[in-house]
């Protein structure tokens, strides 16, 4: 009897399919060498503005907003500081207790913090949380202390506990300094109308790009509270994931102080199927919205806002944000504080200068002391300058085991309680 023959197309197909797996083994294998190659390349750019004189800022910003940002902790605590002209060689010391529990919003402060276990990292011990809690209540007062023009809102701690965790104590009190004063500067009056006004914003972007979601919306009276503490607290109050935190910091620090508001419209742009299937009702619409879906995908809307802000840039909008009466700090001196950013030194020069005057004020104490003119030596800069840069990485080095963990945050902009969203009207 004569074997059955096979059927030749069944070979065919084993050795098509075998290609595609191939291929796709190819293809994938491909992807990751030019995301390596991609990810190796950013980070040379990066370290050579840092190298530059002055510091190449312009180019900072574009890898704080491209794909993956800064990448890593380290960089963001090399990076985030030249985007603030800080000089990380003359941060403010750290707050002493004497005296704080005075302050008027000293108890409100405390109150923020005391709730805001989930916004350290999981499995922490609680000594070790008591310690970075007290850091953040000294470091809050401090800065207050400072701009007694300020004002504090409930959030504000939401935005410096992701500060303390990336960077440390000394470094966010630098940061949160300059942050009030500029891109928060809206949210720290003695009302809530600038912030109200900025909040605005938000219908006209959705007009422009969807008119019918536009209007669903409107016809639901849902308003933008929900929204509210996305823009205060920079996301950060809302987000369950430090990473994607981290991310959007690197974007908002690297951007306008408008940013956050054009975040909020991509996000519900984003979601326009959902918001359309649900109920055209106020409290249903709210709830829905308030609750943000923790697998956004953030790459993709961060270049959609940095889009629509360059298609509809806040000017083009104040008129149907009706700021027409009223001007934004942030958004008035934001030109200035950019300007400032372009001529800093690099760290390894701030670092001699700051290392030489040391060195050259103790001698001239000395000599005072003794009565002789004592010279410094040429190399006396370099010498210290090894033991501070051994002393910068120990620090370092213990703020990216902090801000290496995962914190979990699941709040909603119902958390805050009617006394919040009461000053809203």
């Not at 372009?342 to 000395?366: F, I, N």
């Amino acid at each position: 009897m004569k074997k059955p023959k096979r059927k030749k197309h069944n070979i065919v197909g084993v050795e098509v399919n075998g290609a595609a797996e191939r291929g796709k083994s190819t293809n994938c294998l491909a992807s990751k060498q030019d995301v390596h190659c991609g990810r190796k390349q950013k980070l040379a750019e990066i370290h050579q503005a840092l190298s530059s004189d002055p510091v190449d800022v312009e180019t900072l910003r574009r890898a704080a907003v491209s794909q993956g940002g800064l990448l890593t902790g380290e960089l963001r605590r090399k990076v985030w500081p030249k985007l603030l002209n800080i000089n990380v060689y003359k941060l403010p010391h750290k707050p002493g207790r004497d005296g704080r529990e005075n302050h008027k919003d000293y108890n409100q402060i405390v109150m923020d913090v005391r709730r805001s276990m989930k916004r350290f990292p999981k499995g922490m011990l609680s000594s070790e949380r008591a310690v970075l809690q007290e850091q953040l209540i000294g470091v809050i007062l401090e800065v207050l202390r400072c701009n007694p023009q300020l004002n504090y809102y409930q959030g504000y701690h939401d935005v410096a506990v992701t500060l303390l965790l990336a960077v440390g104590e000394r470094m966010t009190i630098a940061m949160l300094h300059t942050l009030s004063k500029y891109h928060l500067r809206d949210f720290m009056d003695p009302t809530m109308d600038s912030t109200k006004h900025i909040l605005n914003y938000l219908m006209p972007l959705l007009e422009e790009v969807d008119k019918e979601l536009h209007d669903f919306m409107i016809r639901a009276e849902v308003g933008t509270i929900f929204a509210l503490s996305w823009l205060i607290t920079w996301y950060g109050h809302v987000l369950s994931e430090f990473k994607q935190t981290l991310r959007l910091y690197d974007f908002f620090l690297a951007s306008h102080p408008m940013m956050p508001i054009y975040l909020a419209a991509t996000i519900v742009l984003h979601r326009e199927k959902e918001v359309k299937q649900t109920e055209c009702d106020m409290a249903m619409v709210h709830l829905l919205l308030s609750r943000i879906p923790q697998d956004l995908p953030y790459e993709l809307l961060i270049g959609q806002s940095q889009e629509l802000f360059h298609r509809f840039p806040p000017s083009s909008l104040a008129k149907r944000a009706e700021l027409r009466s009223r001007k934004s700090q942030s958004m008035s001196t934001f030109k200035t504080f950019q300007l400032s950013t372009l001529h800093q030194r690099p760290d390894s020069v701030l670092q001699r200068l700051t290392m030489s005057s040391l060195s050259s004020t103790s001698s001239r104490r000395a000599a005072r002391h003794s009565g002789l003119d004592v010279a410094l030596p040429r190399d006396g800069g370099q010498r210290w300058g090894k033991g501070s840069r051994m002393v910068k990485m120990a620090v370092w080095g213990l703020s990216a085991t902090l801000g290496a963990a995962v914190l979990a945050v699941a709040q909603t902009a119902l958390d805050w309680g009617p006394d919040v969203l009461l000053q809203l009207f």
